[in-house]
């Protein structure tokens, strides 16, 4: 073993890029919260300043992906496809199977320069997460208590806010509603027979409101929807914590476009466009089970250098400053201080167990089990 590879399964190095991250994360915060004055000033810029903001941050979770780990993504698609990306507003549809799946997302968002513009639709709870939720919340992203009765004019006076965003935007959205479980599977089956729709392989029944609301809102915004499947060469069930021990990864996506005029208008028509279109993905799945890809041609779109030295900027200014003050505590002899210091150090990792936490899907939500629990 290497020394790199030996120092990436170090506790003391992952508690240090930790370090970094919530750090910088809470200074981003800050400046966040000081932008506000420039909301009413002008909008525009507030937001652009934010995009650069977000950038900063999520760019160090992509380091990781990109360098630390050098997991690889190759795209599935065709070089039309490609000439579009980051070059129009569009809605991106994409499985919700494993941990690390909005990471990859995350890192075509930065290949292609939208990052920090990135949206989604994310479960409220997400907004009192430190660093996530409120990074969000300042870049206008639209949370939701997914009960749809509460949800819906929140939803559709968030969407419309982002009608004249002047970044180009990626607009995620996991239609299945939740992580991917064997237990949440066979009950969505369940639900999907008693509706008369056909069984699915390797996803849950889609949530159809909020996709139908979004391509509503968002028509005129919105040029396309990207219909994104992901999987995992070496049938491996990748993890943010594989990750930062520096597991390399095979990362496979098969991206399809489809132009929003090609979306039927009417409610209705939209939702049975979304469980045709996941019939298609589970189709896709079964044949990269087969297979072991995915059908068109093989895309590998270039890492870029921004998020390693967006990393180690960060890494320069706050770790000379952390060790210059460890140094003083321990030069102090006092065992009050040290002690204090200790538990300090204890806590950080605690909390960074917790973030890491939030990305676990067997510590995910209980979403998608009310019919299971209704049953029992």
Known sequence: MGLLAYLK?????HLLIGFVFVVSGLIIN????CSLALWPISKQLYRRINCRLAYSLWSQLVMLLEWWSCTECTLFTDH????????EHVVIILNHNFEIDFLCGWTMCERFGVLGSSKVLAKKELLYVPLIGWTWYFLEIVFCKRKWEEDRDTVVEGLRRLADYPEYMWFLLYCEGTR????KHRVSMEVAI????????????????????AVQCLRGTVAAIYDVTLNFRGNKTPSLLGILYGKKYMADMCVRRFPLEDIPVDEKGAAQWLHKLYQEKDALQEMY???GVFPGEQIKPARRLWTLLNFLCWAAVLLSLLFSFVLGIFASGSPLLILTFLGFVGAASFGLRRLIGVTEIEKGSSYGNQELKKKE
């Open 9 to 13: 399964t170090q506790f003391v190095v």
């Open 289 to 291: 089970k087969e297979k």
């Open 180 to 183: 991917f479980t064997e237990t």
């Open 80 to 87: 039309d496809t490609v000439s579009h990306f980051g070059k």
């Open 194 to 213: 008693s509706k008369g729709l056909p069984p699915l392989k390797h996803h849950l029944l889609p949530r159809t409101k909020g996709f139908t609301t």
């Open 30 to 33: 800050f400046t966040q919260l």
